[in-house]
């Protein structure tokens, strides 16, 4: 585990709550932008990571460290966006821009480029609908992998689930995301 | 049609999850099969799209939400907790925890008020011991007669100020100052306020503001494509670039695939030569390429000039316009090092022959620049007054979706016959990108 992030915990624990108000700014964009790719909805979105941060913060005694905290946190976050879709069923789409704030840009001399941030979002959109329509594990394993980059061991650790299942999740979610993709010829 | 392993294959490819063995199996399979070739492109596109995808952020209000609950549910608690989730689910649970604060504070303030009514009502009932006191049912307080009884000769009445609760008889009472009201010439007066004092050990320097006899500013060039009809426009271009060592110029497009197309068409009026990379190509006619960049230093800033006054003449030719507005700004740091990702190479852009200040000089006025129709300048730049230099062509964005420079035929053709670079030549970084409109 981090050193910083030790620190902080043995803080809160301590009863500093401005310790545990920097662990939530370290990591709350992180989640967010996971969930959000999950639940599709901004707001049930930053519903669901506030529960988790607060399931967190009590629990934070029982987290033992032999994990990375971001992990402990994503498991607890994903566990609940995945109860939260169970219970709402209801599957909402993102609207187009209605979420897109604070797009990071992919280009590393954004600051010569005044307002283009938008260029992509209806590619995005596009992707995003796709990936709701994919089975919550499958979605998940995706987000991990590819938005959120993370290695199979940290992705295996946060579902709780054998490398090898992450592996053959990845596959099928691979396969069923090119499936629901428009082809070439619709996309130009 | 592909069989099981053969996707498996693939798609650990895509995950970058092959060992030695299995990524010869891959290219082999590759080579073979056109399906398997297909299946892995468009999972590796569909792998940069999700990895490309922009990133969204909380709330701005989102801390502090997070952290009023925190702070509603006060301090960890001690004990471990076997279900952390149902004590925030069921709030009424533990919400002692929140009032306990609140009734210790409103059983103490009650204490205070009450010990203080026991005092002062036992103060109330000391005027009983008291005999000279007047009684409390007569009172008319400082203006009852009777306090010329009780008080000697010349003293004052008291005050219509709270009674003392303790009168002795034989008490010495001093004189005290008949009861008046101040007059308004004695109320007293705030002091002037204090000159500040710039000499005080500690204030914050002050600089002296230097007086300018002659300011000049600099600001990036920033025009339409379409303005570079006019020969002040295309000047000013050329003189900009002369300026530093090495630029970048943003060429805003309403659509980039349309936008590099025009680009290429334009380079091959100048004998320009571009070297496109294929890939890039490809995954920008897909729509997974945002914006391109081509590279070049094998142009003198009046080519330069010209180059971009011929990609005028090929957009005016399509309608709607392709191109809106051309920004050049010299090189930052950031540029460099992606410069050097894209190429794999440092292509040394602040190498100079010649300072930037002597390469103005250069500039010919009225020659291929500032003179002449489009197609003129496009003649005289491909019949050897110019041009005749080469580019490369890649992508810029999404950076995931870049070809490894050593991946590149077209790159490394580029830079093999790329050779020494002429002394007015500036190196130039165009990106051709979506504008706002």
Not at chain 2, 238 to 243: N, T
Not at chain 2, 403 to 409: D, G
Request: hydrophobic share 40%; proline share 7%.
């Amino acid at each position: 585990m981090i050193d910083e992030d030790r620190r902080l915990i043995a803080e809160c624990l301590g009863g500093r709550q401005d310790a545990f108000g920097i662990i939530v700014s370290r990591y709350q964009g992180r989640l967010y932008n996971s969930v959000i790719r999950l639940v599709a909805h901004p707001e049930d979105a930053a519903d669901i990571v506030q529960e988790a941060f607060l399931n967190a913060y009590q629990a934070l005694h029982a987290f033992k460290g032999d994990a990375e905290l971001f992990t402990w946190l994503y498991r607890i976050a994903f566990n609940a966006a995945i109860s939260f879709k169970r219970k709402k069923r209801a599957t909402t789409s993102l609207g187009s821009g209605s979420g897109e704030i604070g797009i990071d840009p992919d280009d590393p001399s954004e600051y010569v480029r005044p307002g283009s941030a938008l260029e992509r979002t209806e590619e995005a959109a596009q992707l995003q609908s796709a990936l709701s329509r994919l089975s919550p594990e499958h979605q998940q394993v995706l987000i991990l992998k590819d938005i959120e980059g993370l290695k199979y061991e940290e992705i295996a650790e946060i579902l709780s689930v054998p490398i090898g299942t992450i592996r053959s999740r990845l596959h099928r979610a691979r396969l069923e995301l090119r499936q629901l993709l428009p082809s070439e010829d619709e996309s130009r | 049609m592909l069989t099981e392993a053969q996707l498996t294959l693939i798609t650990a490819a895509v995950d970058g999850d092959l060992n030695d063995a299995e990524a010869r199996e891959l290219r082999r399979l590759l080579d073979e099969s056109a399906p398997a070739r297909t299946t892995y492109e468009r999972l590796r596109a569909d792998s940069i799209r999700l990895q490309s995808l922009p990133r969204i952020e909380p709330p701005t209000d989102f801390h502090a939400r997070v952290m009023a609950r925190i702070a509603a549910f006060g301090t960890i608690p001690v004990s471990p907790l076997t279900r952390p989730t149902e004590s925030i689910r069921n709030p009424g649970r533990h919400s002692w925890r929140r009032w306990a604060p609140i009734a210790t504070a409103a059983s103490v303030l009650i204490g205070i008020a009450g010990t203080s009514f026991l005092i002062f009502s036992a103060e109330r009932g000391d005027t009983a011991r008291n005999p000279n006191r007047p009684s409390v049912s007569g009172w008319v307080g400082a203006d009852d007669p009777r306090w010329n009884e009780w008080l000697p000769v010349n003293s004052a009445r008291p005050s219509s100020a709270p009674m003392p609760s303790e009168r002795n008889e034989g008490a010495v009472v001093h004189e005290a100052p008949a009861p008046s009201f101040a007059p308004e010439s004695t109320v007293a007066v705030a002091p002037e306020p204090r000159t500040p004092d710039h000499d005080l050990i500690g204030a914050h320097p002050r600089a002296e503001f230097p007086n300018f006899d002659h300011v000049q500013l600099r600001l990036p060039f920033l025009e339409p494509l379409a303005d570079f009809e006019r020969e002040a426009v295309r000047q000013q271009l050329a003189e900009e670039l002369g300026r530093d060592p090495a630029f970048r110029i943003d060429l805003f497009a309403r659509n980039t695939i349309r936008g590099t197309e025009l680009f290429q068409q334009a380079a091959r009026a100048c004998g320009f030569a571009i070297h496109a990379d294929a890939n890039s190509l490809s995954y920008l006619r897909k729509g997974q390429v945002t914006s391109v960049a081509i590279y070049t230093d094998s142009l003198s800033a009046s080519e330069l000039a010209a180059l971009f006054t011929v990609l005028n003449s090929e957009d005016a030719r399509v309608s709607p316009r392709v191109f809106d507005a051309v920004h050049a700004m010299p090189v930052a740091r950031e540029d460099e090092v992606e410069i050097r990702r894209i190429l794999g190479i440092d292509p040394g852009l602040f190498k100079r022959a010649i300072p930037a200040p002597d390469r103005r000089k250069e500039i010919p006025k009225g020659t291929s620049v500032s003179a002449g129709t489009a197609d003129q300048i496009a003649s005289a730049i491909k019949a050897g007054k110019g041009g005749g230099g080469s580019g490369v062509l890649t992508t810029w964005a999404p950076a995931q979706g870049r070809t490894l420079p050593s991946m590149s035929a077209e790159l490394k053709t580029y830079l093999s016959k790329r050779g020494e670079r002429k002394p007015d030549a500036v190196p130039v970084l165009i990106v051709i990108r979506h504008g706002n409109g």
